[in-house]
Nanobody
Framework: QVQFVESGGGLVQPGGSLRLSCAAS???????????MGWYRQAPGNQRELVAR???????NYADSVKGRFTISRDNAKNTAYLQMNSLKPEDTAVYYC???????WGQGTQVTVSS
C-alpha cells in the first residue's frame, strides 16, 4: 500500500513562503502517476480540510481560502507532490497532510506555523 511522507513545514512570518513536499513510498513503477493527490490541513479544534487537489492529468483546484496563494504540483518521476505556499497568513497555521484520494492511511503530517 502506498504511504506518504510530508516534509517542509516550519515557522514562518506572515507574508512568508514555504514549500511542502510529499514523497510516496511503496509506489511501484509508474503507479504514483495514476493517483489523484490532495493536500489537506487540520488546525487545532477543526476538522481536516482539503486545500488543494491535483489529478493524475495535472488539473488542479483549490479551496477558496488559499486560491491565488497556494500552488499544488507533482513530479511523477520522483513520486512526489508539492505545495508551494505564498503570502502565508496566521490562519494557515495547521498540520498539513497529503494523501491520494480513496486512501484511508494518513502520514504524520508536517506542522506549519505562521506567526510574527
Amino acid at each position: 500500500q502506498v504511504q506518504f511522507v510530508e516534509s517542509g513545514g516550519g515557522l514562518v512570518q506572515p507574508g512568508g513562503s514555504l514549500r511542502l513536499s510529499c514523497a510516496a513510498s511503496g509506489s511501484r513503477g509508474s503507479f504514483f502517476s495514476f493517483l489523484d493527490m490532495g493536500w489537506y490541513r487540520q488546525a487545532p479544534g477543526n476538522q481536516r480540510e482539503l486545500v488543494a487537489r491535483i489529478t493524475n492529468g495535472g488539473s488542479t483546484n483549490y479551496a477558496d481560502s488559499v486560491k491565488g496563494r497556494f500552488t499544488i504540483s507533482r513530479d511523477n518521476a520522483k513520486n512526489t507532490a508539492y505545495l508551494q505556499m505564498n503570502s502565508l497568513k496566521p490562519e494557515d497555521t495547521a498540520v498539513y497532510y497529503c494523501n491520494s484520494f480513496g486512501n484511508n492511511v494518513w502520514g504524520q503530517g508536517t506542522q506549519v506555523t505562521v506567526s510574527s
